[in-house]
């Protein structure tokens, strides 16, 4: 197909011949046969699932588990090129020649480690499969064994902690299946969610966190759930995980990309015998430390209020029931796999057991997914593949938080005199003074059970028509199906109480067709067009149905259809997409690629007017080492690889709710009869997609001996047209209506230095480190002074950071005392008073409640991980990931509540003063020091141990005695240390889970446990 | 154009026989449109427009009791009851300022939606159409009194992009004309040809004929067309009652903010401020009960009677108010006689499980021998009779100099939210 100069006739002439399926038969062509081994360049070990592509042509083939290829092909004689890419390798080319042989073995071909993997193929918002270096905006791969080999990570988004230059990935919550919030570069929306798009080979999956019971923070908050769908997908099915962090990257998805893109590939057959491998693994954590509690003998002010004591300073017994609530965690995952084919046909087929007990008692999660791929060769023109997962997840867990029947909740409620000890003479549990509920009869007696049941599968087919043109079709489906019971006994929570059965039920239908079509043509020798022209349609159906009851009689443990008081709610859900790509990349040479595109798009969630928009895009990729001038230059002396790249994009986000554009009339009734009442919230058939225009710039450069190499990105996000609650006058009849107002902005730089530090003959030391910082301004809110706040005190205001922490402070004198028993002026400065932190009967006026300030933001200013590797001889591996977050803030409502109640280990010591028949104590009961929210935002640095692994790869002699090709054993530790200032129990863990703007609140949840593995894997 | 076809071809294709539409409805709740498109749905809306004004009755309440001498706030109330309470600090943001001015008009949007609809509305009795659109009237016109006794001005409509204040004089005229004209609507009709519409659309215990007199009745009187007045309140019917309802799983808006919550609670000092022997302090008020839990002692709470069960109803009007009406506007008629006979029929009221009897002894000519002391007589016995109707205030404009007693607070502020998003509404 090679045309020797560029003119637009031979251009026409080229697309004719391509079209009518020739290319340009110069010699007599012959059916020849190319086959190879591919291996890693220092183990000489073959390399599975390396791309082999004959230079020039569409014909290729991938490795099998032997590290074989095979090509077959009608070739001219001649000199050949065979190019060989595998993740997380630098690529290499092959000369070979065709000769007189059919027959061509082209031997062994070495592939090095390469730090910056410039030729890896990326697939995630490209529009085809395209290599990292002819795009201009970044994606970021993170490679199957990272994942696999995360130690005691059970499910894919905690094993991607650390790994990420610029996602922010929190676990919220210590309990088993606990969910985990993910921010790429920032926060962009306030209303909408901020969570990442999450694709599974192709297939547009459910990531709705929205829980279906509260156990953690109250319901109607949003964004609470104790799982996401990131859990769904076994972490050793997976082949690689792309991650797209903006709209530079993601907007081929347009409308729904604003949070940015994760996609997951999973593990797919390959040619050669069948290969078997087996992972087994035994898990043991516990909680990283305990709540400090107040253990002094004698009585405190909060004993004597909640009936511990009869006064002040008497000896008093106290009860640190701690480790009758936490106790040591138990698990143990299995997975068996097996995967092989021939040339026609590949097959890959997993099913994965796993259980855990939580560090809460009573909490556990059990684990059960299947999986299987089949891709089958039709003929060279047509291939299909099948893939589908299955998931059943069952996950009990305790309420907590926020929860007033919260297990934790209770511990930092109650002061320490209080002993919840089974009382075998009452056949009770007695109450907690202050909320009512024993935390003990709730881990014995109450349920709290999730259960999932999930399918995920895709069809594709993959046809090439012509060598130049590919047409794929994907139709994904994902049905997921979730229920959540949730019991209550009778007389847990107070003599009164009825008992509550809720049960409620999502399930959820969503599909995505997808069809690309992909053409290549040769402009001239130096000038190659790459066009992309693709369509999607999606369907989100979501039917929430709860059924619950309360007034339960002995032993009634569901809803019932008789004597309990039943109640019961329906929610439906529909929102469908269409929408259209076109997409071209120019490439010159192998220098300088420029991709341009645009999407159109609808969502049946906007009003008919504003239902189309367009998201264009813009990127450039410049590999200045390839050009003639670099290797001559001082660049090419200093470095061996130097790309510059920028990119432009823009994508949307979906709004709050698909009904948004209606003016909907509510469902009530009147006196027993049906009735409707027009809604308070206004429909606004104006409403459009949040936008996000996203810029980035950057290189990545490498050392002459690539054992160095450098990634730095800029990037600024301006979300616009933010949906905002906008008030209307009173006498609209309405409260409010969203519209598209608000503004705000993400910036921020990624750098990322990988280098082999040592590359001794029996010792190499690989070490990847990542600093990322973002800078989150809001820009525009209804009017400028409007405050917006979430869960507690995070705060959306023009010019701070989204969910800056905004609450009251201490009164302060001139030397910054704090002075409670004054006089003060407007600001809250002390004119007269001495300092003291306990108010008293006398008290001047205060000065607490309504003047408030910016405290700090949830969100670190930047981040920093460091991963290492060792290889030690050739059967050791030693690896540890420090992940170390700056500048956030949390709130430690634990100590808050604690201390207010005398729960707290420092209430032991705290000063009171009587003052007029009354005592007044630093901490107990002082309602001042409670609503000063300044006291309890800390500094919430940390840098966790993340992962520390040792692996050992047995001596093949060994592991043949099992009849194994191999085996490793790995000893791995996750979340082992954390070092920090923060006094709380983990910095990480957030009250509010996935909320877009509440986080940074530690109040009464599970900490993330420290975990222990000890693994077994076989390959057979 | 061209790239909308191109793409939507091409996701047509793609989709092959998948459900495409961009068109959806909210399978949940119906829109506006949908709603009252059918007689149905206009029933339903027309319900609960009754539904919004039973729900928020607390809200028409709650201010004229707490500035007035009717309730007392508990410990716990919010800062906001206890600005009114106090008559200090009363914040034009708090929700007691703008609560009633929000469902007023809230309702009268509901009420307009109703009005606007049904002339549309195909194979439907005259009868049926009349009846749903003075019921709308009536509502409309109550909200929009109610509210008048709260605040100086205020729109007379609901518009999305905010009403235009006018003088609450001009706010009572309006109800006026909106009651006229319901009474007319119904005028031709029999209650047989407006059955239909009263057992399908009229909240249970609810008397619409009655309602719209006895509001014409109360609203001429309150801007002083005394004839008016009472001609209106000798065509109520005295035998009927007229309620608004709360059957479970409605709560007794009234009961949910003074005994479940516990924010506020009658005054002791208005149950020793009655005659000896007035059953209706009994029957409001159960001055024995224990206060709210952590009511201060100096503060002496009693607790709620009539409207101390979760399924309480309440009167929109009592009979004992329509023959305070009359003896007002005889009174002010000059014909003192009759209006010292009207009271004296109002204090001999035995009253039912549902409206207040005081059965006190009639008083004489003597004792009532000028104008001032039967106007000051009626505001005694209004105070009592119509305990927690919202009246109080208003009555206390009216009448309350005639004994030199004052409301706390002239009126409620223009609400913060109404200020800053109502570019109609100045000064405030």
């Known amino acids: 197909m090679a045309v020797s100069r560029f003119s637009p006739r031979a251009a026409a002439l080229a697309l004719g011949m391509a079209i009518a399926g020739g290319g340009t038969p110069l010699l007599a062509q012959q059916a020849y046969t190319i086959h190879g081994r591919v291996v890693e360049a220092n183990s000489l070990q073959p390399l599975p699932s390396a791309t082999v592509l004959l230079v020039g042509t569409q014909l290729g083939a991938a490795t099998d588990n032997q590290g074989q290829f095979t090509i077959r092909g009608t070739l001219a004689p001649g000199a050949h090129q065979l190019q060989v890419t595998h993740l997380g390798h630098a690529r290499v080319v092959r000369d070979f020649t065709l000769g007189t042989s059919l027959n061509v073995d082209v031997g062994a071909i070495a592939m090095q480690t390469n730090p910056i993997q410039l030729n890896e193929v990326v697939v995630t918002g490209t529009g085809a499969p395209t290599e990292r270096r002819k795009v201009g905006s970044t994606i970021t791969s993170v490679p199957g064994e990272q994942i696999n080999n995360a130690p005691a990570a059970q499910s894919v988004d905690k094993a991607l902690q650390g790994k990420v230059i610029g996602a922010v990935i929190s676990q919220n919550n210590g309990q088993p299946g606990g969910g985990v919030s993910i921010r790429l570069r920032g926060t962009g929306s306030i209303l909408g969610g901020a969570e990442p798009l999450i694709v599974v080979d192709g297939v547009i999956v459910e990531n709705n966190s929205e829980a279906l019971v509260s156990l953690g923070a109250n319901a109607g908050r949003g964004g609470a759930a104790l799982t996401n769908s990131l859990s769904d997908i076994a972490p050793g099915d997976i082949d690689h995980v792309e991650v797209v962090k903006g709209a530079a990257a993601a907007a081929l998805y347009g409308s729904r990309a604003n949070n940015g893109v994760i996609q997951i590939f999973t593990k797919r057959g390959t040619t050669g015998k069948p290969s078997v491998a087996f992972h087994t693994e035994f898990l043991t954590g516990n909680a990283p430390k305990e709540y400090s509690l107040n253990a002094s003998p004698t009585a405190g002010r909060g004993d004597v209020l909640y009936g511990g004591a009869s006064a002040l300073g008497v000896p008093v017994t106290r009860y640190n029931y701690q480790d009758q609530i936490f106790q040591q965690s138990n698990g143990a995952i299995n997975q068996l796999s097996v995967s092989g084919g021939s040339a026609a046909t590949k097959y890959y087929a997993s099913g994965q057991w796993q259980t855990q007990t939580g560090i809460v008692r009573s909490t556990d999660m059990n684990n059960f997914n299947a999986r299987s791929s089949l891709t089958q060769t039709l003929n060279d023109k047509l291939s299909f593949t099948v893939n589908g997962s299955y998931i059943q997840r069952k996950s009990d867990f305790v309420p907590e938080g926020e929860q007033t029947q919260g297990v934790i909740t209770t511990l930092i409620f109650t002061p320490t005199t209080y002993n919840p000890a089974y009382n075998p003479t009452t056949g009770r549990y007695p109450y907690s003074p202050i909320l009512g509920t024993n935390p003990l009869d709730v881990i014995a007696n109450w349920k709290a059970q999730d259960n999932t049941n999930r399918f995920i599968g895709d069809f594709s087919t993959n046809w090439t028509p012509l060598s130049s043109l590919t047409v794929n079709y994907l139709f994904g489906f994902d049905r997921d199906n979730e229920t959540f019971y949730y019991y209550q006994p009778p007389l847990s929570t107070g003599a009164a109480f009825t008992g509550s059965v809720q049960n409620p039920t999502r399930d959820v239908t969503r599909f995505n067709n997808d069809l690309t079509l992909t053409h290549e043509y040769d402009l001239s020798r130096a000038l190659h067009l790459t066009s992309t022209l693709g369509g999607r349609q999606t369907s989100d159906h979501s039917n929430v149905l709860s059924a619950n009851a309360s007034g339960l009689s002995p032993g009634q443990t569901t809803v019932g259809s008789g004597g309990a008081t039943p109640t019961s709610g329906q929610t439906i859900t529909d929102i469908r997409t269409l929408g259209g790509f076109l997409q071209e990349r120019l490439g010159w040479g192998e220098r300088l690629f420029v991709t341009g595109g645009l999407n159109y798009e609808a969502s049946s969630a906007f009003g008919s007017d504003q239902r189309w928009q367009l998201f264009p895009r813009l990127n450039a990729s410049w590999s200045v080492d390839q050009e003639p001038f670099f290797a001559g230059s001082f660049l090419g002396h200093a470095l061996s690889t130097l790309r510059l790249r920028a990119a432009y994009g823009e994508t949307g986000g979906q709004p709050p709710s698909a009904y948004s554009i209606f003016d909907n009339y509510a469902v009530a009734s009147r006196a027993g009869k049906p009735a409707l009442i027009p809604g308070s919230v206004a429909g606004n058939p104006e409403l459009k997609p949040e936008r996000q225009r996203e810029y980035e710039a950057g290189f990545d450069a490498a050392l002459p001996d690539n054992r160095v190499a450098l990634e730095f990105t800029w990037y600024h996000k301006h979300s616009t047209d933010l949906v905002l609650n906008t008030p209307l006058p009173l006498s609209s009849g309405y409260s409010f209506q969203l519209q598209n107002v608000g503004s705000l902005t993400n910036k921020g730089v990624e750098i990322g230095l990988t280098s082999l530090l040592l590359n001794r003959h029996s010792f190499q030391w690989n070490s990847r480190l990542a600093y990322s910082a973002n800078d989150s301004r809001v820009d525009k809110l209804v009017t400028p002074n409007d405050t917006l706040i979430f869960g507690y005190f995070n705060a959306v205001a023009v010019g701070q950071p989204v969910g800056e922490f905004y609450g009251a402070y201490f009164p302060r004198d001139a030397q910054g005392n704090i002075v409670y028993n004054g006089r003060y002026d407007a600001n809250c400065n002390v004119i007269a008073g001495t300092a003291g932190i306990i108010p008293s009967a006398a008290r001047g006026a205060t000065c607490k409640t309504t003047l408030k300030k910016f405290l700090g933001s949830p969100d670190p200013k930047w981040t920093l991980s460091w991963n290492n590797d060792f290889n030690i001889g050739s059967h050791t591996q030693v690896s540890f990931l420090l992940d170390g977050r700056f500048g956030n803030k949390v709130a430690n409502f634990s100590r808050r509540i604690s201390e207010y109640f005398g729960a707290g280990a420092s209430n032991a010591n705290e000063q009171c003063v009587v003052s007029g028949g009354t005592t007044y104590c630093q901490e107990t009961l002082n309602a001042d020091r409670h609503t000063t929210y300044e006291a309890f935002v800390e500094d919430g640095s940390f840098v966790k141990l993340r992962e520390l692994a040792l692996r050992y790869t047995l001596d093949p002699s060994i592991a043949g005695r099992v009849g194994a090709e191999s085996a490793t054993i790995s000893l791995a530790g996750r979340n082992l240390h954390t070092w920090t200032n923060y006094t709380g129990i983990d910095p990480e863990i957030n009250l509010f889970s996935a909320n877009t703007v509440a986080r940074g609140v530690e109040f009464g949840t599970s900490p993330i446990p420290r975990m222990f593995s000890l693994g077994l894997n076989l390959n057979f | ?428």
């Open chain 2, 1 to 428: 154009m061209r790239i909308r076809l191109t793409f939507g071809l091409l996701a047509l294709v793609a989709s092959a026989a998948c459900n495409t539409g961009l068109d959806v409805t909210n399978p949940n709740s119906p829109t506006e449109q949908a709603a009252l498109s059918n007689l149905d749905g206009v029933i339903a809306t027309e319900l609960g427009m009754q539904d919004q004004f039973a729900t928020s009755f607390n809200t028409y309440v709650r201010a004229p009791a707490l500035v007035t001498d009717e309730w007392g706030t508990a410990s716990k109330a919010l800062a906001a009851d206890i600005s009114l309470f106090t008559g200090q600090g009363i914040d034009a943001s708090y929700g007691v300022v703008s609560d009633p001015y929000y469902f007023t008009y809230r309702i009268a949007r509901t009420a307009d939606a109703v009005i606007n609809a049904v002339p549309n509305i195909s194979g439907i009795t005259p009868g049926f159409a009349a009846g749903l659109t003075a019921n709308a009237k009536l509502f409309k016109a109550m909200a929009l009194g109610m509210a008048a006794q709260q605040y100086a001005q205020l729109p007379i409509d609901a518009s999305v992009t905010g009403g235009t204040p006018v003088p609450r004089a001009q706010v009572f005229a309006e109800a006026i004309r909106l009651l006229e004209s319901a009474r007319s609507d119904l005028a031709p009709y029999s209650d047989a040809d407006l059955s239909g519409f009263t057992s399908r659309a009229v909240s249970t215990g609810f008397d619409v004929r009655n309602t719209i007199d006895a509001m014409l009745a109360r609203y001429y009187l309150f801007t002083g067309a005394y004839q008016q007045a009472l001609d209106a309140a000798k065509r109520v019917d005295l035998t009927k009652v007229s309620l608004l309802t709360y059957p479970d799983p409605g709560i007794n808006p009234i009961y949910n903010y003074g005994v479940v919550a516990g924010y506020v609670a009658p005054l002791k000092s208005w149950a020793r401020g009655a005659e000896s022997g007035d059953q209706r302090v009994g029957f409001w008020a159960d001055t024995l009960a224990a206060p709210p839990v952590g009511t201060p002692p100096t503060l002496q709470l009693a607790q709620f009677k009539l409207y101390g069960t979760r399924n309480a109803p309440i009167p929109v009007y009592v009979p004992g108010e329509m023959r305070l009406i009359k003896a007002e506007a005889e009174a002010q008629l000059g014909d003192l006689p009759s209006a010292i006979a009207d009271i004296n029929a109002e204090r001999a009221e035995t009253g039912t499980a549902v409206t207040p009897g005081a059965q006190l002894p009639p008083l004489t000519a003597v004792q009532l021998n000028t104008k001032d002391k039967v106007l000051a007589q009626i505001l005694q016995e209004r105070r009592y009779e119509l305990f927690a109707q919202g009246l109080r205030w208003e009555d206390l404009r009216r009448l309350g100099p005639v004994v030199g007693v004052q409301p706390r607070v002239d009126f409620l502020p223009m609400p913060q939210a109404e200020c800053t998003t109502n570019p109609n509404v100045t000064g405030c």
